[in-house]
């Protein structure tokens, strides 16, 4: 199986998998029935779902290399823009559906079925040469990140005035991606209200060299983004309210880590879904999902939920007929 090599390149570029030589895995392999399958799955949406789709893309594509894709990650919101216009048969989604996207879909009568596919732990991350920060408190975030403080918290002694008399440089999402509307939805209260004057980019791997690069730096991304570059960047514990909690696999799972664990997802279009080489993709997305999340470092859901999910699925491609 192949690993994961995060590109350095804009993730809003257009990935394309024609044939990566992959071979599929044990218990997920395809079988012969669909070895012959060709045609073109476009994929489009979430950087952070996008490690864990590229790794499924990869190992579904060694099975079946006349089946070509086009993967891109313009964000979460871009991704339902180019849904919705019937651009993309699949759509990463590090947020649920709005309820404006879900309505524009109805009215334009563009069926979907939603699956999640594992969770993410929204990471606070700073340079390893930090010394001052271990912890942080949702409402030092929402002090640090509201749209009040543009302007007027620039510097580390605004937060705690034993933090240093230094500025603070700071990174996080762009606009277009589910991460900044979750971000600030849970920690300042209103979707997409935030501070402008900070470093903005939907590529998460911009955003690991911004913070990597600079002693005086602070970011948030996905919690698979800080795995993959730990030895670069610092991890920050949270504290809700109940005491500081670092981002981990259980502590993601349980929902401990608060308020910024998270469901991961893929929405399918109906009429793609009617193509066998995008059914038997989603097929193989969620039988192998318990590994490859895993190896996307994000975590994986409980058997019984995906479980739950492919019978949902199921139930979906049979309605179609």
């Given at each position: 199986?192949?690993?994961?090599?995060?590109?350095?390149?804009?993730?809003?570029?257009?990935?394309?998998?024609?044939?990566?030589?992959?071979?599929?895995?044990?218990?997920?392999?395809?079988?012969?029935?669909?070895?012959?399958?060709?045609g073109n799955v476009n994929i489009d949406g979430s950087?952070?779902?996008?490690?864990?789709?590229?790794l499924v893309v990869e190992d579904f594509n060694g099975?079946?290399?006349?089946?070509?894709?086009?993967?891109?990650?313009?964000?979460?919101?871009?991704?339902?823009?180019?849904?919705?216009?019937?651009?993309?048969?699949?759509?990463?989604?590090?947020?649920?559906?709005?309820?404006?996207?879900?309505?524009?879909?109805?009215?334009?009568?563009?069926?979907?079925?939603?699956?999640?596919?594992?969770?993410?732990?929204?990471?606070?991350?700073?340079?390893?040469?930090?010394?001052?920060?271990?912890?942080?408190?949702?409402?030092?975030?929402?002090?640090?990140?509201?749209?009040?403080?543009?302007?007027?918290?620039?510097?580390?002694?605004?937060?705690?005035?034993?933090?240093?008399?230094?500025?603070?440089?700071?990174?996080?999402?762009?606009?277009?991606?589910?991460?900044?509307?979750?971000?600030?939805?849970?920690?300042?209260?209103?979707?997409?209200?935030?501070?402008?004057?900070?470093?903005?980019?939907?590529?998460?791997?911009?955003?690991?060299?911004?913070?990597?690069?600079?002693?005086?730096?602070?970011?948030?991304?996905?919690?698979?983004?800080?795995?993959?570059?730990?030895?670069?960047?610092?991890?920050?514990?949270?504290?809700?309210?109940?005491?500081?909690?670092?981002?981990?696999?259980?502590?993601?799972?349980?929902?401990?880590?608060?308020?910024?664990s998270r469901p991961l997802f893929i929405y399918v279009?109906?009429?793609?879904?009617?193509?066998?080489?995008?059914?038997?993709?989603?097929?193989?997305?969620?039988?192998?999902?318990?590994?490859?999340?895993?190896?996307?470092?994000?975590?994986?859901?409980?058997?019984?939920?995906?479980?739950?999910?492919?019978?949902?699925?199921?139930?979906?491609?049979?309605?179609?007929?």
């Amino acid at each position: 199986m192949k690993k994961l090599i995060l590109s350095t390149l804009a993730l809003s570029a257009l990935f394309s998998f024609s044939s990566c030589g992959g071979s599929a895995s044990g218990e997920g392999s395809v079988s012969d029935s669909t070895a012959t399958l060709s045609g073109n799955v476009n994929i489009d949406g979430s950087s952070t779902v996008l490690p864990i789709t590229k790794l499924v893309v990869e190992d579904f594509n060694g099975a079946n290399p006349k089946v070509n894709f086009a993967v891109a990650a313009g964000g979460t919101g871009s991704g339902f823009k180019k849904f919705i216009r019937k651009e993309i048969d699949i759509c990463d989604a590090s947020r649920p559906i709005k309820d404006s996207e879900a309505h524009e879909c109805d009215s334009l009568g563009i069926k979907y079925q939603e699956l999640e596919i594992g969770k993410d732990g929204l990471s606070i991350v700073v340079h390893p040469e930090n010394t001052w920060l271990t912890s942080i408190t949702v409402a030092e975030l929402k002090m640090i990140w509201e749209p009040a403080a543009e302007g007027k918290i620039m510097k580390w002694n605004q937060i705690r005035k034993e933090w240093p008399n230094e500025p603070i440089h700071l990174h996080g999402a762009g606009h277009e991606s589910g991460t900044f509307e979750y971000f600030t939805e849970v920690i300042n209260g209103k979707k997409g209200a935030c501070r402008t004057d900070y470093n903005a980019s939907e590529n998460d791997n911009q955003l690991v060299q911004g913070v990597s690069g600079d002693k005086f730096s602070l970011g948030f991304f996905g919690f698979g983004y800080y795995e993959t570059n730990k030895t670069k960047l610092k991890i920050v514990a949270v504290d809700n309210g109940t005491g500081a909690i670092t981002p981990n696999e259980t502590t993601i799972m349980d929902g401990t880590y608060a308020p910024l664990s998270r469901p991961l997802f893929i929405y399918v279009n109906a009429e793609s879904a009617k193509k066998a080489e995008v059914a038997a993709f989603v097929d193989y997305y969620l039988t192998n999902a318990p590994t490859l999340v895993k190896e996307a470092h994000y975590v994986a859901l409980p058997a019984d939920k995906y479980k739950e999910e492919a019978a949902k699925w199921d139930a979906f491609v049979k309605g179609l007929k």
